[in-house]
C-alpha cells in the first residue's frame, strides 16, 4: 500500500514519539520489565554526570529503588527519521529520586532508534540538562 510522502513521514515521527512516551510511562510506572522490552540489549543510558550505564545496570538500580521516578512533564519533542533510525530529542522535567536525593530534575534526552518491523527500538539515551 503507498503512502504520500508527508503522511508516512508524519506517522512515523509520530510511533517514535509513542516509542518515547511509552519509554517515559514505563520509568514512571517503575515497569522494569516493559522497559526491558523497549530498550535494546545494548541499550545505553548517559547520565548528567557522563556515566554511561548499561541497561542492565539501569533497570537493576530501578528495581533496587536507586532511581525512582515519581513523574514526567514533557516539555518539547523533536524528531528526525532517516530511514530504519531516529533522533528524539525531548526535554521534560521529570519529579525523580535518584541515589536518594529527590528533586525536579530539568532534563533533554537525545536517544537515537532503530526500526525493527513495526517496531521502534531504543539504542541509547543522553541525558544533559537545560
Known sequence: MAHGLTASDRSTDDEVVEAYRAH???MTDGDTDALDDL???G???THITGYAQPKAEWLSQMRAG???YHGVVEKSVTVAVEGDTARLVG???TDATVYGAHADW???LAMDYA???DTWTALR???TTW
Open 66 to 68: 536507586q532511581f525512582v
Open 43 to 45: 541499550f545505553t543510558l
Open 91 to 93: 526535554r521534560i522535567v
Open 24 to 26: 517515559l510511562k514505563a
Open 39 to 41: 530498550l535494546d540489549d
Open 125 to 127: 539515551s543522553v541525558a
Open 106 to 108: 530539568r532534563l533533554q
Open 115 to 117: 526500526r525493527e518491523g
